[in-house]
């Protein structure tokens, strides 16, 4: 879409909205036309949710998780168990693994995974507040539950290994996540298999 087609304002939504997961640029002109065409029953009612999602969500400080309470309503729950957590690379992990039911202890969110690639080191990475968590002494077992690709595989060695002087049980989990899998994608009959067999 040229300059002469649309104003600037359009072409800076179009442009924001294209930077989305799984937006490109023809999904997010299809997208901002839609919003556009329905101003009063669509865009004002998304622009007022996203103003007050970027005024009250904000990552927990306990585990990443991002919620409008801090800390988090997983970390505040009284239920939980307090000596189990489950190390995913982002929220969306944790969320699907939070919709299979199956798992009632806390989470860790590191926030994505070693990448040489993209540079992405273990500074960039929220371990270090793992390792201070596990540090308090009231963990007795980490689950590593990363992507099956390489760079998550790469991850969960590496937070293994930053694991391996504390008197606590490192994890996996097993079958139902396929290899180059990501556990965003799985149904949760798989991702409650998957944490029922870890080892």
């Not at 307090?82 to 202890?105: N, T």
Request: proline fraction near 4%; charge should be negative.
């Amino acid at each position: 879409m040229s300059g002469r087609s649309a104003g600037p304002e359009i072409l800076r939504l179009i442009e924001l909205m294209s930077k989305l997961p799984g937006m490109g640029p023809r999904s997010a002109r299809r997208a901002a036309l839609q919003l556009l065409s329905k101003p009063e029953r669509l865009l004002a009612p998304l622009a007022m949710a996203m103003s007050d999602a970027a005024e009250t969500v904000s990552a927990c400080v306990n585990c990443g998780n991002l919620d409008s309470i801090n800390p988090c309503a997983i970390c505040a729950a009284s239920g939980r168990d307090q000596s189990l957590i489950c190390v995913v690379e982002g929220v969306s992990d944790l969320w699907a693994l939070e919709r299979s039911g199956e798992f009632r202890g806390l989470y860790h969110v590191l926030g994505g995974r070693l990448s040489a690639l993209d540079g992405i080191s273990p500074d960039d990475l929220n371990i270090d507040r793992l390792i201070t968590r596990v540090e308090g002494g009231t963990v007795n077992e980490v689950i590593l539950a990363l992507n099956a690709t390489v760079d998550g595989q790469v991850t969960a060695h590496y937070v293994a290994d930053r694991l391996e002087n504390f008197s606590v049980k490192v994890t996996r989990l097993a079958h139902g996540v396929p290899v180059g899998g990501e556990l965003g994608a799985l149904d949760d009959g798989t991702l409650a298999a998957a944490l029922s067999s870890r080892r």
